[in-house]
């Protein structure tokens, strides 16, 4: 564009290299013409006039862009050129003068003035052109920017800038057309003057003049076109711009719409509003009968509690009612074995009035017969009056029966009877082959023991009857089971909890029944070794299998509490049993499912046979689908397998894959009917093993087990529960009466019983000593807690009884540790604020010697738990003389009879109860309690009294235990031998 912006318009040559004669002879005519400002006013007329370009505009086809070539000079078949010399005025005065003669200058000087002039009209013109399709491009870009104008400030702006440019290209064109004018005033004045020499001037200024024109405009065209470039561009961005605010419009109405919703949510609001008066005052008037309806509620409440106790009471005078239909049906039970008895006689009786009539047709018959046939119907005779006599004899052995008169020479038929019974026992499968043989034997004998057994058992059923001819069997080889319990804890040499008390005290108890009981344990670094008697190490080492390979084991003996125990000492690098602790430990999984291993694998290698084996809780359960899926078939096969759960809250889980370890099958036990955990279900779960894979399932109290059946108390297991709850039982815990005897107790200052509770007084001033407590009040009453302190045992409730106790002019003495840290740090707090205190001491620490002397200090016990499997402490300190006060739950439940309870006969109360775990409930209990003491201090002496007179030993527990031993071993022997 700027090569054109230099080309010469008369000659069409480029100005750049080279002069050419139409410069030359400019340059010459421009120094005889003086450049005055008169000159360049006439420089407009060259500017075509706006009505011109209308008429150009109509007819030209060329396209309106101002880079179009310029025609070049002299052309002859440019219409539009000839168009606009034939339009104009001027060319045909120019052709008029053309033909006149010049006076002055000579004719081809005129010829080449004309020439140029021509040219420089033709080069105007197109000029023009160029302009007028620029200024029709601009025109079209203003049309386009008006419509953008009102969007677009700062384009205004420019357009504005734009504008003021046209301006002054208009002002130019005025004053071409100024010059035009005066070029054809310069003509005609020629024409008048035929002055040549002036004409030649005139035209010389004209033709400088309107190149200075020309030029300028060029340059004005070009910044015009570069404007119009640059504003196509700004235009370009701001179409994009545009789409954007077009998308800024949708998102508007988007926005609108969503401002429409506002409002009339807002109007539905404020119409909610305008009624809102009337609903203040309707709330008010519910409010007034929510109040009354709470009152009503809570009268309700009282009702419900009492309808509640009423409902306790209902329980236990239905549970009376139920031990006593026991007895009931257990009673028609032998009537009607009686019954069966007198019926089988009464069967014999007319099987032989059959026989007989059977034999009055044959000796019918046999009259008909020759005499050989009538002497041997004759001995048949005999012989079925022999069988007569037999029948005689056992009516009459049957009423000697009935008259409990010893039975001495029994006929055969007696014995034959014996015999048939026996094998159809075998045949049934309800007892071994080798059983059968065993008790045959003893038939063919005579032996007086088990005739002595059928006799006796005439009232049983035919389980009992059985279960009593194979204790004749088992006490034919052995004086009685042998039960072997393998654990975690035992008391006193390892204990944490309850489960130690109970594999001690249950042990202890079976072994006086003439059992042989054995118990293995881990052997802990933190044992109370100086608690085991004569402890050594046996020279054998058991290998074991874990984690894929064999690891050594070192077996040590001794005894506790006068039972043999075995320590296994595993020898793995992980030290399993020597972590200074008996439980929390990260790989509490591996350490206890490596000891249930090799607890097996020692019982198999040291060729044990035991009955039963007992296992408990999660640590060692997983003996049960051991025994099953690992020992059984390596020759460990004489037992039964008991599990006792003492706590449903801990049940060992662990990812599936960590049964590998211990040899167990993951992908055979990781199944909802196996060990799979009933609500994770890539983790198996060592409690349900225990249940799924034993022969016998208990629990610690039978409160307890109803609880763990429910949703809140099964800890997830309720359904295992219930789909064998055939095999599942709660047996009440007792305590070992020997180490928990205030009479021998070792640890106390004073031994003391019932009779003589002086003894108990000293402990407590003793205890009150030691603990820096005040001694000013005797009668001050001491309530006493020693417990875990988990959330189990209902840490909120025991931190307000600390309190209230204070309130109520008691003392109070906390012994416990807790493995929970916050629970621990908070009862430290407590512990220091009372630090000095005359009448609370908080002691956090597991103290075995001290638990006994707060026992016997104490006047009450308060055990607040929130769920309580069974509870010893609770008989504990009944033996030691300190009332219970308890929640109603689990063996609580079970052990503690509250003593303003009507529906508990007088001789079962022996505590303080109360249901809801809230302050309220165990603010009643206490206060009952204490003012009891205080005020009426001969019925607390006789509570006292009756409380440390209860039986809580383990014999009755021991009884049922032994029982459900039995059962299982007489049920696991027929069914292995059959
Ligand atoms: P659990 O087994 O749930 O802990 P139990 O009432 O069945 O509760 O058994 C608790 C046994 O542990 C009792 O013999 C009790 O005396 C004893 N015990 C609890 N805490 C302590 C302690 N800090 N120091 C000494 N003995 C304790």
Redesign the pocket.
């Known amino acids: 564009m700027a090569s054109k912006l230099t080309t010469c318009f008369v000659c069409w040559n480029l100005s750049t290299g080279f002069d050419c004669n139409h410069h030359r002879n400019n340059r010459a005519m421009r120094s005889t013409f003086p450049p005055s400002s008169k000159l360049r006013r006439h420089r407009s007329t060259i500017i075509i006039s706006s009505q011109q370009k209308r008429q150009y505009n109509k007819k030209s086809s060329r396209p309106s862009s101002i880079d179009g070539p310029l025609n070049p000079p002299n052309s002859n078949d440019d219409d539009s050129l000839h168009n606009f010399n034939n339009n104009s005025s001027s060319p045909s005065a120019l052709n008029v003068n053309r033909t006149e003669p010049a006076e002055q200058l000579s004719d081809g000087q005129l010829e080449d003035l004309l020439a140029m002039i021509k040219n420089a009209e033709k080069n105007i013109l197109l000029i023009n052109q160029a302009r007028v399709r620029a200024l029709e491009d601009l025109q079209k870009i203003l049309s386009e920017k008006k419509v953008l104008q009102a969007e677009i400030n700062v384009l205004e702006m420019r357009l504005a800038e734009t504008d003021a440019r046209i301006e002054v290209a208009d002002q130019e064109k005025t004053r071409v057309e100024l010059l035009e004018g005066q070029l054809e005033k310069l003509h005609s004045e020629l024409a008048q003057k035929g002055s040549d020499a002036e004409l030649h001037d005139i035209q010389t200024g004209v033709l400088s003049d309107a190149n200075d024109t020309i030029s300028s405009l060029t340059v004005e065209l070009n910044s015009i076109r570069e404007e119009n470039a640059s504003l196509k561009n700004e235009i370009e961005s701001f179409k994009t711009q545009l789409n954007d605010v077009k998308n800024n419009d949708e998102r508007l109405v988007v926005l609108e719409k969503e401002r429409l919703f506002l409002e009339s949510a807002l109007k539905d609001l404020e119409s909610k509003l305008s009624i809102s008066p009337e609903a203040v005052s309707e709330l008010s008037t519910l409010k007034v009968e929510c109040k009354y309806l709470s009152d009503k509620v809570e009268n309700l409440q009282l009702l419900l509690d009492k309808a509640t106790k009423q409902a306790d009471q209902a329980v236990i005078v239905l549970q009376q009612n139920q031990d006593l239909q026991r007895e009931v049906d257990k009673l028609e039970a032998t009537l009607e074995e009686a019954n069966i008895y007198k019926l089988s006689s009464d069967k014999l009786q007319k099987d032989n009035e059959l026989m007989q009539q059977k034999i009055k047709l044959l000796e019918n018959s046999l009259e008909k017969s020759d005499e050989d046939i009538n002497s041997y119907v004759q001995l048949y005779q005999q012989s079925v009056n022999e069988f007569q006599d037999t029948l005689n004899i056992l009516q009459k052995g049957s009423k000697k029966k009935t008259l409990d008169e010893p039975v001495e020479d029994m006929p055969w038929e007696f014995w034959s009877q014996l015999l048939l019974l026996i094998d159809g026992w075998a045949l049934e499968k309800k007892i071994s082959v080798d059983d059968a043989k065993l008790l045959r034997e003893k038939v063919w004998k005579k032996d007086k023991s088990i005739s002595d057994i059928y006799l006796a058992c005439k009232g049983q059923n035919e389980d009992e009857a059985i279960s009593s001819f194979l204790g004749l069997t088992s006490s034919a080889t052995s004086p009685g089971l042998h039960v072997i319990h393998i654990a975690a804890e035992m008391a006193p040499v390892a ?1 944490v ?3 130690g ?1 109970v594999v001690c005290g249950l042990s202890k108890a079976l072994q006086k029944k003439g059992h042989l009981v054995e118990i293995v344990l881990p052997k802990y670094d933190c044992m109370q070794y100086d608690r085991i008697g004569d402890i050594r190490a046996l020279d054998v080492v058991i290998e074991s299998y874990f984690d894929g390979q064999l690891f050594k084991n070192k077996i040590w003996v001794g005894t506790v509490e006068g039972l043999p125990v075995y320590f296994i000492e595993p020898h793995h690098p992980d030290k399993f049993f020597w972590r200074g602790d008996f439980y929390g430990e990260r790989d509490d999984f591996r350490r206890f499912s490596y000891f249930s291993r090799v607890a097996l694998e020692f019982l198999l290698q040291a060729g044990k046979k035991p009955d039963i084996i007992h296992c408990h809780d999660w640590q060692t359960a997983f003996i049960a689908p051991l025994y099953w899926d690992v020992y059984v078939p390596k020759g460990l096969n004489s037992a039964r397998i008991c599990f006792t759960c ?2 449903f809250e801990y049940q060992g889980t662990a990812p599936a894959s960590e049964l590998e370890s211990c040899g167990l099958d993951s992908h055979h036990l990781n199944r909802p009917d196996r060990m799979q955990d009933n609500s994770a279900h890539n983790r198996v779960n060592s409690v349900k093993g225990g249940v799924v894979y034993s022969n016998i399932v208990t629990t610690v109290s039978p409160t307890y087990a109803q609880e763990v059946r429910t949703a809140e108390g099964g800890k997830g297991l309720q359904s295992t529960l219930s789909t064998h709850s055939k095999k599942f039982i709660g047996v009440l815990n007792g305590i070992d009466t020997d180490i928990w005897n205030p009479a021998t107790d070792p640890f106390l200052d004073v031994q003391y019983n019932a009779n003589d509770l002086q003894g108990k007084s000293e402990n407590k001033e003793a205890l009150r000593r030691k603990l820096g407590l005040s001694s000013e009040d005797v009668k001050r009453p001491l309530v006493g807690c ?3 302190l988990v959330p ?1 045992k209902g840490v909120h409730l025991i931190r307000h009884a600390i309190y209230l106790t204070l309130e109520l002019g008691g003392q109070f003495v906390l ?3 807790s493995p929970v840290p916050h629970i621990q740090r908070e009862f430290e707090g407590i512990a220091n604020h009372f630090k000095n205190h005359d009448h609370i001491r908080l002691i956090l ?4 010697s ?2 006994h002397t707060i026992y016997a200090a104490s006047d009450m016990f308060i055990i607040p738990s929130i769920f309580e ?5 609770q008989m ?1 300190s009944m033996r030691y003389g300190a009332v219970p006060i308890v929640r109603k739950t689990g063996g609580l439940n079970d052990s503690v009879f509250d003593i303003d309870d009507d529906t508990i006969p007088s001789q079962f109360q022996n505590g303080f109860t109360f249901l809801n775990a809230d302050e309220k409930g165990i603010n009643g209990a206490l206060v009952r309690a204490i003012n009891l003491y205080q005020n009426d201090p001969e019925s607390w002496k006789q509570l006292v009294q009756k409380d440390m007179n209860i039986d809580f030993s383990w014999d009755s527990s021991a009884a049922q235990y032994e029982e459900l031993y039995l059962k299982s071993v007489t049920r696991g022997r027929a069914t292995k031998r059959a």
Do not use: W
Not at 845 to 848: C, L, S, T
Not at 869 to 873: I, K, M, R
């Open positions: 204990k909890g309850g489960l008390d003492h706590n020693i417990t875990r189990q012994l416990g540790s620490k597991y103290d075995e001290l638990s499997p069974c509870g010893l402490t504990i």
